[in-house]
């Protein structure tokens, strides 16, 4: 299947369950992590059997993978370098929190090929941090940075949330140039989301959670894209930046509506046709994938329609939009053909722009996404249209 080119593991161990994560995730326990290994490398064996597959990217995503203990991520490295070319692999990245790496570990990711770093920082302030539910604490990502460096990771991305509660607009821009401070190349930044199931939406619930005044969270914004654009650290996507090169090839599969494997509990694959969804309780995701390699819960079939709302949800986070050419090849029409009337309203609201090669969102439609997006859900008698030419 030379169509998919990426690869997104799920390691669902923390030490620390955040108040706000809504992941797969389960407090880290070393039989339980041993297990789960194991099952992870039986489900990937099932999937992809043989080895030196060629993939583009590959990603190791949590929970914390360097929740692991150093003989647990040393076996799981191995395992995935016999099974994928790593050497011709554009980017292999690891998800990282500060702290919970010390130079053994760092000297292992180097050593199998790890070669880009995503880093959960969230915040540079310790009063918030422990809000948050996180463990680290400031010195804690000052310690990390200079552990990197050391080890001669120069693709290390920072991730940072704002819109925290209690936070101020003040206090969000001393977080950020504190964060630019280390001179990394990536920074993915997220207003705070309220996801069900997280002690946040238990006190939300409650009315507990308080949140900055929504005209706050647009100067925040408006701030992080001035202050990214001032230090070089280009807009490339809604919530990330990067200097030129260091763009995350792995997300960029995801916003281009591109194939990718998802192995481990509750993690989720798109292959051609259908989407995969893996069962997200542990001992159910280890018992099923021991047994036959197969820990899947549903999989569902990928619509020509569904298709092509992804396209555009998708393709409108990317600062360069949405490619005429590249969709009129993958679709065999142009998405003006389709989208005329939506095209028109939107750049006529300030909301789109529109080129003879590209459909983009304008600042103002950065803030009011999700109202762009809503307007490419396609009417249900698509189907008929296609077939009877009408597009």
């Given at each position: ?204 619930k409650k009315g507990q959670l308080h949140r900055p005044p ?178």
């Open positions: 299947m030379n169509e998919v080119q990426s690869v997104y593991i799920h390691i669902p161990f923390c030490r620390q369950i955040c108040h706000y994560c809504d992941f797969v995730k389960f407090f880290y326990n070393e039989q339980l992590a041993t297990e789960y290994i194991e099952a992870l490398k039986k489900e990937i064996n099932v999937s992809l059997p043989g080895g030196q597959h060629k993939m583009k990217t590959i990603y190791i995503g949590g929970g914390t993978p360097t929740a692991l203990n150093k003989t647990q991520l040393e076996t799981l490295l191995s395992f995935l370098n016999e099974k994928f070319d790593i050497a011709g692999c554009e980017e292999f990245s690891i998800e990282v929190n500060p702290g919970d790496i010390d130079g053994q570990k760092a000297q292992l990711l180097r050593q199998y090929g790890i070669n880009r770093i995503s880093f959960g920082v969230q915040v540079m302030d310790d009063a918030m941090l422990e809000q948050l539910g996180r463990v680290h604490r400031v010195r804690d990502v000052y310690h990390t940075v200079d552990l990197l460096k050391k080890h001669d990771f120069r693709n290390v991305s920072l991730d940072l949330i704002y819109a925290l509660p209690h936070q101020t607009v003040e206090q969000f821009s001393h977080s950020l140039q504190e964060a630019l401070s280390f001179g990394l190349p990536h920074y993915s930044t997220y207003a705070l989301q309220i996801e069900p199931k997280t002690v946040f939406y238990q006190k939300h929504e005209d706050d969270e647009v100067m925040m914004y408006e701030i992080l894209k001035h202050t990214m654009k001032t230090n070089g650290i280009n807009q490339y996507e809604i919530s990330n930046f990067a200097a030129p090169g260091y763009e995350s090839k792995h997300n960029l599969t995801y916003w281009s509506n591109n194939y990718y494997y998802g192995f481990g509990a509750g993690a989720h694959g798109y292959l051609p046709g259908r989407r995969i969804t893996n069962i997200r309780p542990l001992p159910a995701y280890v018992k099923q994938a021991m047994k036959d390699g197969k820990p899947v819960l549903q999989i569902d079939k990928i619509t020509l329609k569904e298709r092509i709302e992804e396209e555009m949800f998708l393709g409108l986070r990317k600062m360069s939009g949405i490619d005429k050419e590249s969709f009129a090849k993958r679709f065999a029409f142009r998405p003006e053909e389709l989208y005329r009337r939506e095209f028109d309203q939107l750049t006529k609201t300030g909301l789109i722009s529109e080129s003879e090669s590209a459909i983009q969102l304008t600042d103002k439609g950065m803030l009011l996404g999700n109202r762009v997006f809503e307007k490419f859900l396609l009417d249900n008698d698509f189907e008929r249209l296609l077939k009877n030419g009408a597009i």
